[in-house]
T-cell receptor
């Protein structure tokens, strides 16, 4: 059973650019959640995807968008990067049951984004 | 709005000491509570998960308790070791659209040899 993987591990961008981060779910998982963790803080929920549709969103602006693919992998896209977007971006996969109950979320190693 | 608070923010103890990390949350409508470990610059490792109907969970030297009515959880680490040095995060899973985890800011633990 493979775990959750994320790419790239590190990324440096300049203000105003766009970035795409990728996540591969753990085998058997159908749900992906994305979190942003600023230095010294706990992770903050960005959004969740289930069956290729957004299934909840945190307090993040529309320039944060995502996709989930038929194989349950996912992308996080951030447009018009700002300095405050510098953070560790964590992806978590889980299995949502047909009645909506969700099982444990398993986290990937994260992508560290630095915006200059 | 659910808020999760962790106390203390940082803790330094000598090797071998038993210690307790505290977590509190403001809304008892949770699906479960989870404790994670995070090493510097790394992702999260799940340590213990307590379902809302449970009172405690144990794994090796770790014991976590949950008092949903008072909005509190503790993580007890017995016989601490230098390898336990890390940031410990508490998170609650909300029973709402999105099933999101709400995290505390974490407790930075340093175990001195």
């Amino acid at each position: 059973e493979t775990g959750v993987t994320q790419s790239p591990t590190h990324l440096i961008k300049t203000r105003g650019q766009q970035v795409t981060l990728r996540c591969s779910s753990q085998s058997g998982h159908n749900t992906v959640s994305w979190y942003q963790q600023a230095l010294g803080q706990g992770p903050q929920f960005i959004f969740q995807y289930y069956r290729e549709e957004e299934n909840g969103r945190g307090n993040f602006p529309p320039r944060f968008s995502g996709l989930q693919f038929p194989n349950y992998s996912s992308e996080l896209n951030v447009n018009a990067l700002e300095l405050d977007d510098s953070a560790l971006y964590l992806c978590a996969s889980s299995r949502t049951q047909t009645r909506g109950a969700q099982e444990t979320q398993y986290f990937g190693p994260g992508t560290r984004l630095l915006v200059l | 709005k659910q808020e999760v608070t962790q106390i203390p923010a940082a803790l330094s103890v000598p090797e071998g000491e038993n210690l307790v990390l505290n977590c509190s949350f403001t809304d008892s409508a949770i699906y479960n509570l989870q404790w994670f470990r995070q090493d510097p610059g790394k992702g999260l490792t799940s340590l213990l998960l307590i379902q809302s109907s449970q009172r405690e969970q144990t794994s090796g030297r770790l014991n976590a308790s949950l008092d949903k009515s008072s909005g509190r959880s503790t993580l007890y680490i017995a016989a601490s070791q230098p390898g336990d040095s890390a940031t410990y995060l508490c998170a609650v899973l909300l029973m709402e659209y999105g099933n999101k985890l709400v995290f505390g800011a974490g407790t930075i633990l340093r175990v001195k040899s």
